[in-house]
């Protein structure tokens, strides 16, 4: 029903950039927030910054350095990373909270992810 794709990862030096996009598709009627979580090996999954309809929230290591967007009208989230270090090294997630719509059960509420997308940063 909701398809979340992830593009943009890869290899990086420290002090360089990288942006990720999402695309949402599917049968979305509502979106209602639209977030980046990260992996890193052994730790758990975090929050790095979400975009709602009350504005943006940022993890406090993504303050200043990171940016996300949205397009209203693509159902795209992006992640501009800058002054990336090593310590962002994580397999990075897309998570949109919608409302969909279904045709035998009428749809629901979902918090559906991407697939990852592997954001390397070394020298």
């Known amino acids: 029903q909701v398809q979340l794709v992830e593009s943009g990862g890869g290899l990086v030096q420290p002090g360089g950039s990288l942006r990720l996009s999402c695309a949402a598709s599917?049968?979305?009627?509502?979106?209602?927030?639209m977030g980046w979580y990260r992996q890193a090996p052994g730790k758990q999954r975090e929050l790095v910054a979400e975009?709602?309809?009350?504005?943006?929230n940022y993890a406090n290591s993504a303050k200043g350095r990171f940016t996300i967007s949205r397009d209203h009208a693509k159902n795209m989230v992006y992640l501009q990373m800058d002054n990336l270090k090593p310590e962002d090294t994580a397999v990075y997630y897309c998570?949109?909270?919608?409302?969909?719509?279904?045709?035998?059960?009428?749809?629901?509420?979902?918090?559906?992810w991407g697939q990852g997308s592997q954001v390397t940063v070394s020298s």
């Open positions: 599917g049968s979305i009627l509502v979106i209602n927030s």
């Open positions: 975009i709602t309809s009350r504005g943006t």
């Open positions: 998570r949109v909270d919608l409302y969909y719509s279904e045709p035998d059960s009428g749809g629901g509420y979902l918090a559906a």
